[in-house]
């Protein structure tokens, strides 16, 4: 009898003290989901009253929170104040109207409706039967975006040519991808003219193009695929045009190499600049090459007739990718990538056939479907033509103050300028900018000068911002010049 009492005041003891652990039960996720929303819409409705870059030393978090993990529970209560604490001190407001540093990372409230629902069916689509809906919603989605974008018919998989599309994390991957399926298909090609020669051999051999203004990504994909990597110069539009590149594969091919992959940027990191593919295309195709477009930033303006055109010459490539995590409104992971032949996308992998290098996939043609559904066509091209349009304004601006220069054509919503002087004049100028943190802006290097890249990125930007941006940067230049000539 004592032993029965024992064992059952033990269990219900074990039992109770099970239930008292659970974290968060639905009740209580349904009042702090809906506080969270509040949370989220009222950070995302004031963000511009913040300081949009920090104003944080490195290292600064990790005094202000314990060693180690909380070896008990804690409240929500607790862990909420420390967000407010810890975490917005050393946030970069990314989605404020003054942010105009990179590119744009996309944020709607669609698509983080669609992101919380992601999370919640927490299915991972790594094949068909792991969650049916989740890779037939994603070829679908990239079927409509692919037409969004006037894409040749062989890049989608609803037609009858052998090509698709496929979400990836990021324009890095899609690189990485484009470059191992390319690798794979030139080793075959090889092994199958000279059966005698090891793969060891012809790997060794292949060589991988892309231009000198192209994304590190791309150099980083030659590193990891384990191939050479050339640069390419580009001409005075910064563009890579085919007679360079052909000089390039001749000299190679002359010295036993094997030309095999060139990454195409359409829109570059430093100023949007875009290669000739019109030219390069046919050059690629004669000589083999597999050609991968990465317009990681740009991609998103094909939607609008009106910028189609840079799209042309896609029809040669072997693969192409965008980010509509950049400035499609889709919020950041959600990259699309299109193979004219899928089969040497999913042959690139000796396992089993597979898209892309993790196992494990979110569901986020979620986010494709809500924005696209509620935004529509017209929704998403009258955004794009927004962002254009505001950095035409800023572009008309600086045109007009002699003291500035613009260093590159304006094609979409990043405007290259800078002070006319001294590259340590314009360092100084951006230093200050930095350290009031009323608005955000990043450098790069234009045939070694230091340029000022002005970026359109909210989805909140307005005219008035733009304007009140330009005329603190002509505030502080003032007062630069003043004490740089006294
Ligand atoms: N390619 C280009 C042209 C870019 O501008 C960028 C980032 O800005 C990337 C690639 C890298 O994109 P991701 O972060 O999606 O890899």
Redesign the pocket.
């Given at each position: 009898m004592t032993v029965f009492v024992c064992v059952c005041v033990c269990v219900c003891v074990c039992v109770c003290s099970l239930n008292s652990r659970v974290t968060m039960d639905a009740a209580e996720f349904r009042r702090r989901g809906k506080e969270m929303v509040d949370f989220v819409a009222d950070y995302l409705e004031n963000i511009e009253h913040r300081r949009v870059y920090p104003d944080v030393e490195p290292g600064y978090l990790r005094s202000m929170i314990p060693s180690e993990a909380p070896l008990e529970p804690e409240s929500y209560e607790d862990v909420l104040k420390d967000v407010d604490r810890v975490i917005m001190p050393g946030i970069t407001h990314w989605q404020s109207p003054h942010f105009h540093a990179?590119?744009p990372s996309a944020s709607s409230y669609p698509a983080l409706l669609a992101d919380m629902l992601c999370g919640g069916l927490g299915c991972i689509g790594f094949t068909w039967a792991a969650s049916p809906a989740c890779t037939e919603l994603e070829t679908v989605m990239l079927d409509w975006l692919g037409k969004m974008l006037q894409l040749p018919e062989d890049f989608l998989a609803g037609t009858k040519g052998q090509g698709g599309g496929v979400i990836q994390?990021?324009?890095?991957?899609a690189?990485l991808m484009a470059l191992l399926a390319a690798r794979c298909k030139a080793v075959k090609c090889v092994h199958e003219s000279d059966p005698q020669r090891s793969e060891a051999d012809i790997i060794s051999k292949l060589i991988a193009y892309t231009s000198e203004e192209?994304?590190s990504?791309?150099e980083r994909a030659g590193l990891i695929g384990g191939v050479g990597i050339r640069m390419v110069a580009t001409d005075e539009h910064f563009s890579v045009r085919a007679e360079t590149l052909e000089k390039m594969v001749a000299e190679d091919k002359a010295a036993g190499f094997i030309p095999f992959f060139f990454c195409a940027?359409l829109?570059?990191?430093p100023s949007c600049a875009f290669d000739k593919i019109t030219e390069l295309g046919p050059l690629c195709n004669a000589e083999n090459i597999w050609m991968h477009i990465?317009?990681?930033?740009a991609g998103s303006s094909f939607i609008c007739p009106e910028f189609r055109p840079l799209l042309d010459g896609v029809e040669f490539a072997d693969s192409f990718n965008f980010?509509p995590?950049?400035w499609l409104l889709v919020n950041f992971?959600c990259?699309a990538m299109w193979v004219k032949k899928r089969t040497d996308l999913i042959g690139a992998f000796k396992l089993d056939p597979h898209w892309g290098i993790p196992l494990g996939r979110r569901f986020r043609s979620l986010k494709l479907w809500f924005v696209f559904r509620m935004y529509g066509q017209s929704g998403l091209q009258a955004y794009i033509r927004k962002h254009v349009e505001l950095a035409k304004v800023f572009e008309t601006m600086v045109k007009k103050d002699k003291r500035f220069e613009i260093c590159a054509e304006v094609v979409l919503g990043l405007v290259c300028f800078r002070l006319k002087g001294s590259d340590e004049l314009n360092e100084a100028l951006l230093k200050e900018m930095t350290h009031l943190g009323r608005i955000h802006l990043v450098p790069c290097k234009l045939r070694g000068r230091f340029v000022l890249r002005f970026a359109v990125c909210g989805r909140t930007t307005e005219l008035r911002h733009v304007q009140e941006a330009w005329t603190h940067i002509t505030e502080l230049s003032s007062e630069l010049l003043l004490k740089h000539h006294s």
């Open positions: 990179y590119f994390g990021t324009a890095s991957e690189t192209a994304h990504s791309v940027t829109g570059t990191t990465d317009a990681a930033y980010n995590h950049k992971d990259s």
